[in-house]
Structure formats: C-alpha cells, structure tokens
C-alpha cells in the first residue's frame, strides 16, 4: 500500500482497491503461515529469510516513495534521503551498468532532472539490496541458519522441490543454487533489455509515472537480491544434507569396527 498512500495524483477509489488486495495478500499470508503442511511460499519455517526479504522491499518501497514524494512536497526527509540515493547511483552508474541500461529506457534521457531521479531512485534500492544481502550472510554465518538445534523440515520449507526426482538430492540442490545465483546477477541487466525490447507494446510513457517508477525500481533491484538469497539458501541446505550423510557414514564405519 506505500506507493499509493505517499504518492500523489492516486485516486480515492484506486487507494481503495489497493487497500482491499492487500488486506487479501495479508490474509492469505497468514493462512499459509498458519499451515502445518507444504504451501507455496518457501522457507516459512526458516527465519529470518523471508523477514528479511520483506524488509528489504518494504524499506526499497518506503524510501523510493518518500523520494518521489519530494517532487510535490520536499522535506528535509526527501533531501537526505535524495542526496544518499544520488551518492550511490553515481558510484555505480558507469558505461554498460545495469543503472545506465535502466537511464536508457527513459522516454527523455536529455531531461536532467529525470534522470538524476532515476539514478538516485536505483542509488537508493541497490544500497537497500546490500544491506539485504550482508544481514542475510550475517545471520547465515552467526545465527546457524537454518536453525543450530532443530531439524530443518525440508518437505515445508522447500514445496515445490521434489526431492525424489532427477538424481542426488544434493547435486541438484547445488545446480540450482548456482541457477539462482547466475540469475541474480544477470537478471539486472537483462530487465532493461527486455523492457526495451518490448517497448513497442505499451505506451512509453507510463513508465513517467511516480507509481510504476517506484514499482519498477523496487522489483529491478529485490529480485536479483532474492534470487541470491535463495541460491545462497539452497547451497547451505545442500552441504547441511551432505554433512548429516558423512556423519551417519562415519557412525556407521563405527558401528561396523566395533562390532
């Protein structure tokens, strides 16, 4: 709901409707939450990995709306938070980089001010996607993620892995980790791409728009961090899976020596 609540030029009704899906998302959400069984969302009994994931695009989502709040209504908040955004984005806007992809899709990129919006805007959500990505390995290495004392559930956690298919559960695991990994990094540079490719099929100026900006920004940045995180998640329960099988491997040598 943040985007259409701080931003302007959002009708009463669309606030509305915008309201009423998420009072859904929210309820359905706690339904599978609630489950004992296997749902669709991956490593509910796992945390932090999904508050963090949550987090992260709230936060991209909060700050990029107060940002393209400033345009109508500047505040000290939309300064500061401008001003660290546009740090950032001139850092990592170079020749071939995913936010100089990203400036090409601007229907105007001559417009000066657009564009410095758009690099602090990307500025603002790469930063966030670090932050995701340090405090996921933090918790990963500190914590003992998934859990130190609890067997970690892969039938819950994992629902749409079926571990009886395609060969060793943990070269598989491994494979997709290293997918997801790959997709994380490529991923933004291939959404502009493709956005551009297919330009020809909307209206290039709704991308102008504070709502979609901030949408699109918020989604090009958290999902290659979500797809790092999960191919980071996926590698740690493979080597969980591969030392539970040495460790019964060598119980077993014992029991055979001893008897």
């Not at 996921?136 to 819950?156: D, H, Q, V």
């Not at 490719?197 to 979500?226: E, N, R, Y």
């Amino acid at each position: 709901m943040t985007p259409a609540l701080l931003l302007p030029g959002v009708t009463e009704d669309s606030r509305q409707v915008i309201c009423l899906l998420a009072m859904v998302g929210a309820t359905i959400t706690m339904i599978e939450y609630g489950s004992r069984y296997p749902s669709l969302i991956e490593f509910r009994n796992a945390p932090p990995f999904n508050r963090i994931r949550f987090i992260s695009l709230f936060l991209t989502l909060f700050l990029l709306s107060v940002l393209f709040r400033g345009l109508y209504e500047p505040t000290t908040l939309t300064r500061v938070v401008g001003a660290i955004g546009l740090l950032i984005g001139h850092v990592i806007d170079f020749p071939y980089s995913p936010l100089r992809l990203l400036i090409l899709l601007l229907p105007d990129p001559s417009n000066t001010q657009h564009v410095n919006l758009i690099r602090a805007s990307a500025g603002l959500s790469y930063l966030i996607a670090l932050i995701t990505l340090a405090v996921f390995l933090i918790a990963l290495r500190l914590g003992g993620w998934p859990n130190k004392t609890e067997a970690f559930n892969f039938w819950t956690n994992l629902p749409t892995f079926d571990p009886t298919m395609g060969g060793d559960i943990v070269a598989r695991l491994n494979r997709d980790a290293r997918i997801n990994i790959m997709l994380g990094f490529f991923l933004p540079f291939c959404m502009p791409t493709a956005a551009r490719a297919a330009s020809g099929l909307f209206d290039a100026s709704m991308i102008a728009t504070p709502q979609t900006l901030v949408w699109t920004i918020s989604i090009w940045a958290f999902l290659p961090a979500s797809l790092f995180m999960r191919g980071i998640a996926m590698n740690r329960i493979a080597g969980m899976i591969d030392d539970k099988r040495q460790l019964g491997a060598r119980a077993v040598q014992a029991g055979l020596l001893s008897a």
